[in-house]
């Protein structure tokens, strides 16, 4: 079965530094995707980044980076530059090819101060 | 704004009602998915619809049923509901869902609370 563990309940960030929010995964299938969402306070969902398991270069999306590690099957996000709209839940999900559908991790809460 | 659209956004109502959560999909895609986010489940999947057909199921109780219409826009119907009903519900929609690449778009979400 996917598993999907965000062992970071909180993190505290400051204006214009980096972070990483960390994500492991437990699949047996060899070809996965990984995908990171944002969930600010008003509830949306909002897609940040795909990464492919056969993908050979880390996926990048303007601040957002994700550090794939697939023989540690993490898939860390990294967020440069933080931004006091960057404060929100960040969920990790994963699809493995055998389901169409996402399975969650808990959820990191991100809070980024002036 | 993913293109997916829900209504109503908030829903209250009485335990032992039926209430219906309605999806519209991005322009252009097959599948809809539906979730419960909940404070002691956290997001959990329920059921997958893909061109009218269920394709996948999770966790969804007898009491809930879902369905997608010819249009494309779906339907997820709460029925003898109860407290811990309580939930956002979110609909999402992607391609077909068979390609891992195929990434799942959010609507705004449906707060319901059952009181």
């Known amino acids: 079965a996917q598993k999907i563990t965000q062992t970071q309940p909180g993190m505290f960030v400051q204006e214009k530094e980096a972070v990483t929010l960390d994500c492991t995964y437990d699949?047996?299938?060899?070809?996965?995707?990984l995908f990171w969402y944002k969930q600010p306070s008003s509830g949306e969902m909002i897609f940040l980044i795909y990464?492919?398991?056969?993908?050979?270069q880390n996926a990048t999306e303007g601040r957002y980076s994700l550090n794939f590690q697939k023989a540690r099957k993490s898939a860390n996000l990294v967020i440069s530059a933080s931004q006091l709209g960057d404060s929100a839940m960040y969920f990790c999900?994963?699809?493995?090819?055998?389901?169409?559908?996402?399975?969650f991790g808990k959820g990191t809460m991100l809070l980024v101060s002036p | 704004d993913s293109g997916v659209t829900q209504t109503p956004k908030h829903l209250i109502t009485a335990t032992g009602q039926r209430v219906t959560l309605r999806c519209s999909p991005r322009?252009?895609?097959?599948?809809v998915y539906w979730y419960q986010q909940s404070l002691d489940q956290g997001l959990q999947f329920l059921i997958q619809?893909?061109?009218?057909?269920?394709?996948a199921k999770g966790n969804i109780l007898e009491r809930f049923s879902a369905q997608q219409f010819p249009d494309l826009h779906s339907e997820l119907n709460l029925s003898s509901l109860e407290l811990g009903d309580s939930a956002l519900y979110f609909c999402?929609?992607?391609?077909?869902?068979?390609?891992?690449?195929?990434?799942?778009?959010f609507g705004p979400g449906t707060r319901l609370t059952v009181l």
């Open positions: 999402a929609s992607s391609g077909p869902g068979a390609v891992l690449t195929d990434t799942q778009y």
């Open positions: 699949t047996s299938d060899q070809s996965y995707g």
């Open positions: 990464q492919g398991s056969y993908d050979e």
């Open positions: 999900a994963m699809r493995d090819s055998g389901y169409s559908t996402l399975t």
């Open positions: 322009s252009g895609d097959l599948s």
């Open positions: 619809y893909y061109n009218g057909e269920e394709r």
